[in-house]
């Protein structure tokens, strides 16, 4: 059974990056579109970007010149830096993977609150 | 980006009923790229129906979905207790993938 299990810091001061790594197991991290996604309390949701390869990234324009993601192949984990954040950025971060060609998230991570406050 | 709006916001009906919820985009997509999700309190979505009509492994054939262009639906033939909770559309026809802002469907 596939697992995504997200990690990294609650709190992130204003200004500074937030970092986020998803773990994966249960399955190989290979040959999957791997997302992020986010969740303002009592909002909808909103799709940050994924990753397939270093070469195929697509990010949200919206978030574009802040993001960067990755995959770490040997620990089958992947991440997101989210760079000069503000209180916009407060939200339940997700990590998600869909079949390549398709965006069907078929497996979630559980979710992390990242609260961006001085 | 293409915009999903999603009618009713809230829906109140009761275990046995039947609940239509609407999703209408502000382009045309094609079903392919047309999915819904439903959300528990506290719990990460978990996909329904994908391709607008195909059912995901594991859910229950109550839930069904349809539509074509700019207008699709989700039905739940019979409601049961663990159906109440957010659902939300996703489009993926065009960068960037987005969301509907959620049907809230309620005990009544």
């Known amino acids: 059974q596939v697992q995504l299990q997200e990690s990294g810091p609650g709190l992130v001061k204003p200004s500074e990056t937030l970092s986020l790594t998803c773990t994966v197991s249960?399955?190989?991290?290979?040959?999957?579109?791997w997302s992020w996604i986010r969740q303002p309390a009592g909002k909808g949701l909103e799709w940050i970007g994924r990753f397939y390869t270093s070469e195929s990234t697509n990010y949200n324009p919206s978030l574009k010149s802040r993001v960067t993601m990755s995959v770490d192949t040997s620990k089958n984990e992947f991440s997101l830096k989210l760079s000069s954040v503000t209180a916009a950025d407060t939200a339940v971060y997700y990590c998600?993977?869909?079949?390549?060609?398709?965006?069907?998230?078929?497996?979630w991570g559980q979710g992390t609150l990242v609260t961006v406050s001085s | 980006e293409i915009v999903l709006t999603q009618s009713p916001g809230t829906l109140s009906l009761s275990p046995g009923e039947r609940a239509t919820l609407s999703c209408r985009t502000s382009e045309s997509v094609s079903s392919s790229y047309l999915d819904w999700y439903q959300q528990k309190p506290g719990q990460a979505p978990r996909l329904l129906i994908y391709g607008a009509s195909s059912r995901a492994t594991g859910i229950p054939d109550r839930f069904s979905g349809s539509g074509s262009g700019t207008d699709f639906t989700l039905t739940i033939s019979r409601l049961e207790p663990e159906d109440f909770a957010v659902y939300f559309c996703?489009?993926?026809?065009?960068?960037?993938?987005?969301f509907g802002q959620g049907t809230k469907l309620e005990l009544k």
């Open positions: 998600a993977r869909a079949v390549v060609g398709t965006a069907d998230f078929d497996y």
């Open positions: 996703q489009q993926y026809d065009s960068s960037p993938q987005t």
């Open positions: 249960g399955g190989s991290i290979s040959s999957y579109y």
